[in-house]
């Protein structure tokens, strides 16, 4: 079965700053791998998703994920924060064949400082 | 842009009480499912639906829980009988197809007093 680890649990940075968000995936193939974004009181949203080709995948909001097979991580970066990326973070993993259900990570809250 | 939606937002119940939450799935997706996320812990995976039945569901889905498709536009998640620990936000979310990215709503967050 796939599992999903996101090692931090808050990240702080400030405004203007760059921006990595941590992912580690477990399955035994090539997975579909996606990152939502929740926003307070708003469902999840999609940023971005991998499901083959090009490692480096580009999403909406500036954000953009690289796939690394070698490490099984899938790490969300922005170059340069801004306020209104205050959020939780989600990263999730989806078989690439067959039944399809994402798993899910617990989540990264972004915490922005001016 | 089509939206998934979700009632009640916040539902406040007595710990054995019957509760009903509601979705109203993206119209044209035929895939539906539900998830919770316990305070602090990971989104879960809850059941999936798909022509009106399920089709994949995780063992946090006991006996306690169902799942419904009642008409052409709402599906809702029932637990029978609320325990302190059914406490958490439930998601619900739609798709086009079974291999396809998911619409989320917004959560229906439950406290089970």
């Known amino acids: 079965a796939q599992s999903v680890t996101q090692p931090d649990i808050h990240i702080t940075v400030s405004e203007g700053a760059s921006l990595e968000l941590r992912c580690n995936y477990s399955?035994?193939?090539?997975?579909?791998l996606f990152w939502y974004v929740q926003s307070p009181g708003q469902g999840l949203q999609l940023l971005l998703k991998?499901?083959?080709?090009?490692?480096l995948v580009q999403g909406i909001k500036g954000f953009e994920a690289e796939f690394k097979r070698s490490q099984s991580s899938f790490n969300l970066r922005k170059p340069s924060v801004h306020w209104s990326d205050a959020a939780e973070y989600f990263c999730?993993?989806?078989?690439?064949?067959?039944?399809?259900?994402?798993?899910f990570g617990r989540g990264t809250s972004l915490i922005v400082h001016p | 842009e089509p939206e998934v939606t979700q009632t009640p937002s916040h539902q406040v119940t007595q710990m054995g009480q019957e509760v009903i939450l509601r979705c109203v799935p993206i119209?044209?997706?035929?895939?539906f499912y539900w998830y919770r996320q316990i305070l602090g812990q990971k989104v879960e995976f809850l059941v999936s639906?798909?022509?009106?039945?399920?089709?994949?569901k995780s063992e946090i889905f006991d006996d306690q829980f169902s799942v419904e498709r009642p008409d052409g536009s709402n599906f809702t998640l029932k637990i029978r009988s609320t325990k302190l620990e059914d406490s958490a936000m439930y998601f619900c979310?739609?798709?086009?197809?079974?291999?396809?990215?998911?619409?989320f709503g917004a959560g229906s967050r439950l406290t089970v007093l």
């Open positions: 979310a739609s798709s086009t197809s079974g291999a396809n990215v998911l619409t």
């Open positions: 399955y035994g193939a090539t997975p579909y």
């Open positions: 991998y499901f083959s080709g090009d490692t």
């Open positions: 999730a993993v989806g078989p690439s064949g067959g039944s399809y259900i994402p798993t």
């Open positions: 119209s044209n997706h035929l895939y």
């Open positions: 639906f798909y022509n009106n039945e399920i089709s994949e």
